[in-house]
């Protein structure tokens, strides 16, 4: 039973440019959820996609979107790279709204 | 106040002894509740999850819930090294879930 799978798992881009992660949810599960961790910190939401539509965002600017597929796939591209958007970015799958996430390995981000 | 509070640690308690980590949360209309266990260098792990008031267990772990002190706590008994991590308190609001800074637990061999 595959789990949640993050591609890539590192990935160093220059400030101005543009990155897309992507994200195979868990089997059986079609609900897609992503998250920014910075170094030290709590996980934060960015938002959530349920039927290939944004559900519920976080507060993150608008340089970050996201889209889901029909076989409930996602990717989260984010534009206009800043410094501040170094982090490990999670993405999390669950059956509806009701089952815990469970995440990927993440995807490592380094902007310099 | 934060919305999720967790000591940042480190706790630190010998092999073989319980770790009582502790997580408080501001919007008392909060339902779900969720610890996670989060390696160096690794992604989130869930741990357990509990919805209703008192205690559930799962093996070595404990997670118990007071709603009306607005408290969530995870007792792991039997302590390993491989224990050893940062321990993320999350509650789910609507679709969201807002987590904690973490407790990073020390298991001395």
């Known amino acids: 039973d595959a789990g949640v799978t993050q591609s890539p798992t590192h990935l160093i881009k220059t400030r101005g440019q543009q990155v897309t992660l992507r994200c195979s949810p868990k089997s059986g599960h079609d609900t897609v959820s992503w998250y920014q961790q910075a170094l030290g910190q709590g996980p934060q939401f960015i938002f959530q996609y349920y039927e290939e539509e944004e559900r519920q965002r976080g507060n993150f600017p608008d340089r970050f979107s996201g889209h889901q597929f029909p076989n409930y796939s996602s990717e989260l591209n984010v534009n206009a790279l800043l410094l501040g958007d170094s982090a490990l970015y999670l993405c999390a799958s669950s059956l509806g709204e009701n089952s815990p996430l469970h995440f990927g390995n993440g995807t490592r981000l380094t902007v310099t | 106040q934060k919305e999720v509070e967790q000591n940042s640690g480190p706790l630190s308690v010998p092999e073989g002894a319980i770790a009582s980590l502790n997580c408080t949360y501001s919007?008392?209309?909060?339902?779900?509740f969720f610890w996670y266990r989060q390696y160096s260098g690794k992604s989130p792990e869930l741990i357990m999850f509990?919805?209703?008031?008192g205690d559930k267990e799962d093996g070595r772990f404990t997670a118990q819930l007071n709603k009306a002190s607005q408290y969530v706590s995870l007792l792991i008994r039997d302590s390993q090294p491989s224990d050893s991590a940062t321990y993320l308190c999350?509650?789910?609001?609507?679709?969201?879930?807002?987590f904690g800074t973490g407790t990073r637990l020390k298991v001395l061999a």
């Open positions: 919007d008392r209309g909060s339902q779900s």
């Open positions: 999350a509650v789910r609001q609507t679709y969201k879930y807002i």
């Open positions: 509990i919805y209703s008031n």
